[in-house]
């Protein structure tokens, strides 16, 4: 029988370890399609489950193949936030992409066979992965692995960022982490779609990079001058949505007190309770673990709560969820194309020192697993 190899994180009193473990060839339902996964993205979503509140500067790794185990420790007070996982073996990867091996008797499942597919359900991080043939995505025959392989958190982010938009009554969005993957599609997205966006970035090579794609609205966290040059564009787009990746520190609180000064540009009544306009961040990641920050300098008429993708589009329903996917298809290899830093096997995932690399979340910087590599 065939056998591959599936990645599992588990938290224990002693600390983190990852390792790979041999898992017999799935059998799918009669509704369920087995993929051989040839491309799975690390994306920050995923160090969630993989590292939890481990300690990675100083985790080591022993062993080769598929042999190999990675163990971090804990940080402290990450037992205590852990506990409900403690002695679990969960499997890792939200996302990826491959070619249907195996159907169930369902028409639509036996349609897709030897079709190329993205899924997103986890457990992505192995060799192969059943799953409901209704929530995989075919690729246009073109496309390979490589390039489905984002289709999902990525691109269905950036949508849902403007579907929010929308749905709230906002007419512009800022963004912080702007040059990365998602931050490079919300671009595109917002150019085509003619909505004007706040780029926040921290480093001058990722103002010219935002700059080369024909971004008009560009400000550097790191210059002097900040927030001066955050209340600049928020006043001339009119911006009262953000969307903060970085979560823990004072970021949040900086783009409310930026829209709440760019309000008072205009005239009006005065209130000591602020502009009327609400203000609204969304925290949807955590570059940033340490605690956010409100300074409470924006009036009355704000908001600041946590965003999750599976969370709006459960509420958004199946109808936008089609509309969205149907989209990122048709412009996976424009809007949504994705670049990646480098292209790892299962076990090389588990290498302390490649590890260190890809957990440093580095703007613009994204790793690739391919689980057909070999270990």
């Not at 599992?8 to 369920?32: A, H, W």
């Not at 939200?94 to 499942?109: H, L, P």
């Not at 480098?342 to 994204?366: F, W």
Request: aromatic share 6%.
């Amino acid at each position: 029988m065939t056998t591959y190899h599936q990645m599992l994180s588990t938290v224990t009193t002693d600390g983190l370890e990852m390792k790979l473990v041999e898992r017999e060839m799935p059998t799918p339902k009669d509704n369920e399609i087995v993929v051989q996964v040839e491309a799975t993205p690390i994306n920050p979503s995923d160090h969630g489950v993989m590292f939890g509140w481990a300690d990675i500067s100083k985790a080591t790794s022993t062993g080769e193949g598929a042999d190999r185990v990675l163990r971090a420790p804990l940080a402290p007070g990450g037992l205590s936030r852990m506990k409900a996982r403690l002695g679990q073996d969960l499997p890792v990867g939200n996302e990826g992409a491959g070619v249907v091996v195996a159907a169930g008797s369902d028409d639509y499942a036996q349609s897709l066979m030897g079709k190329r597919v993205a899924v997103m359900g986890g457990g992505m991080y192995a060799g192969y992965r059943a799953i409901p043939a209704m929530t995989a995505l075919p690729l246009p025959e073109s496309a390979t692995s490589k390039d489905g392989a984002s289709c999902f958190v990525n691109p269905l982010t950036a949508l849902c960022f403007v579907e929010t938009m929308k749905n709230e009554g906002h007419t512009a969005i800022v963004h912080t982490a702007a040059a990365s993957n998602l931050g490079q599609m919300l671009n595109r997205i917002c150019q085509a779609d003619g909505i004007e966006i706040v780029n926040v970035v921290r480093k001058s090579e990722q103002v010219e990079l935002l700059k080369d794609m024909g971004a008009k609205y560009i400000v550097n966290s790191s210059d002097d001058d900040f927030h001066m040059q955050l209340t600049d564009a928020i006043h001339a787009t009119g911006a009262t949505l953000g969307f903060d990746a970085i979560g823990g520190g004072d970021m949040a609180s900086k783009i409310l007190t930026a829209m709440e000064a760019a309000a008072a540009r205009t005239p009006g009544a005065y209130s000591i309770y602020g502009s009327v306009a609400h203000k609204q961040v969304y925290l949807y990641g955590s570059l940033d673990f340490s605690p956010t920050k409100l300074d409470r300098a924006y009036g009355m008429a704000w908001g600041v709560g946590g965003w999750l993708l599976p969370n709006f589009l459960a509420k958004a329903g199946m109808e936008t969820a089609v509309r969205l996917r149907k989209r990122v298809a048709a412009e996976l290899h424009t809007t949504f194309k994705s670049h990646y830093t480098d292209e790892i096997s299962l076990s090389e995932a588990l290498d302390a020192d490649v590890v260190k690399r890809y957990n440093a979340k580095k703007t613009g910087e994204k790793f690739l697993i391919n689980p057909q590599l070999g270990l």
